[in-house]
């Protein structure tokens, strides 16, 4: 009697433990083919980055294959831009005190978000 019982105990798991195999099988298929599908949603402009970047490139190349500069040379390059290697690239992209005269503190924007939630103002 023991013996049927567990044979009928297996045969009501298998079809469970199919269908589970089945579902984890095809998540597993669909999650690691579709994040292609995510490229097309971000388009960035194909020329305005590689010319940057491969001048970066080679001017660190070009510093790598001379022996370290000395402190007064590296004052001058980094003088002319954000560093020595990356000069003005991306200078007008970056954060400065008069861009962010608006911009708002994260302590500012927690008290905020605390005075929506609890209805009290200061």
């Given at each position: 009697?023991?013996?049927l019982?567990?044979?009928?105990s297996r045969l009501l798991?298998?079809?469970s433990r199919l269908i589970l195999v089945v579902f984890t099988c095809s998540f597993i298929f669909l999650f690691h083919a579709f994040p292609a599908l995510a490229?097309?949603?971000?388009?960035?402009d194909p020329t305005g980055g590689p010319t940057q970047l491969l001048e970066i490139q080679r001017?660190?190349?070009?510093?790598?294959k001379e022996p370290p500069i000395?402190?007064?040379?590296?004052?001058?390059?980094?003088?002319?831009?954000?560093n020595e290697v990356q000069?003005?690239?991306?200078?007008?992209?970056?954060?400065?005190?008069?861009?962010?005269?608006?911009?708002?503190?994260?302590?500012q924007e927690v008290e905020g978000?605390?005075?929506k939630i609890t209805g009290s103002n200061k």
């Open positions: 009697m023991k013996v019982d567990f044979v009928k798991q298998l079809p490229i097309s949603s971000y388009q960035n001017k660190t190349d070009e510093a790598a000395g402190m007064k040379e590296s004052q001058e390059k980094t003088r002319r831009g954000l000069g003005e690239a991306d200078i007008e992209k970056m954060k400065r005190p008069e861009d962010s005269q608006s911009a708002t503190s994260v302590e978000f605390l005075e």
